[in-house]
């Protein structure tokens, strides 16, 4: 199996063929399920990243690293609330909509975790400001 190359995608196309105007933060981590009052990773390698496509609206999308694969997609409009989930053993964040009931966990999959904070830093950012062009991570090989 070859490995995607995320650098064609830092500008451009995705794999669906739908264009984007710029990353906003984009770090490695992996999907939760929630099952009743149960969170359980997903254990497949994945991508998250908010993105500003060219009509200035704001993605939150999750990438599979193993096929490239944008498997959500959600468009945001300063209405969502970043929150440590600190009941879990692991690196587990939750985005919640607030005029929705949209809620997506994700847990850490960088390996140092004294960099959570700038990455969350960076998704509050992304988030809530205008026009924030960070990058919390290069393109992934």
Not at 68 to 75: M, R, T
Not at 84 to 104: E, M
Not at 115 to 137: C, M, T, W, Y
């Amino acid at each position: 199996m070859t490995t995607p190359n995320f650098s064609s995608r830092w500008s451009g196309d995705d794999p669906m063929g739908n264009s984007y105007r710029t990353i906003l933060v984009q770090f490695r981590a992996g999907r939760c399920k929630v099952e009743g009052t149960t969170i359980t990773p997903d254990t497949r390698k994945g991508i998250f990243r908010i993105i500003q496509d060219e009509q200035h609206l704001k993605h939150v999308q999750w990438i599979d690293r193993s096929n490239g694969l944008i498997e959500e997609d959600y468009f945001t409009f300063s209405d969502v609330d970043l929150e440590r989930i600190t009941q879990s053993s692991g690196r587990v964040f939750l985005l919640r909509w607030r005029d929705r009931s949209n809620k997506l966990f994700f847990w850490m999959q960088e390996t140092n975790a004294e960099k959570d904070e700038d990455h969350f830093l960076l998704i509050r950012q992304a988030l809530n400001g205008p026009e924030v062009f960070v990058h919390s991570h290069p393109p992934f090989s």
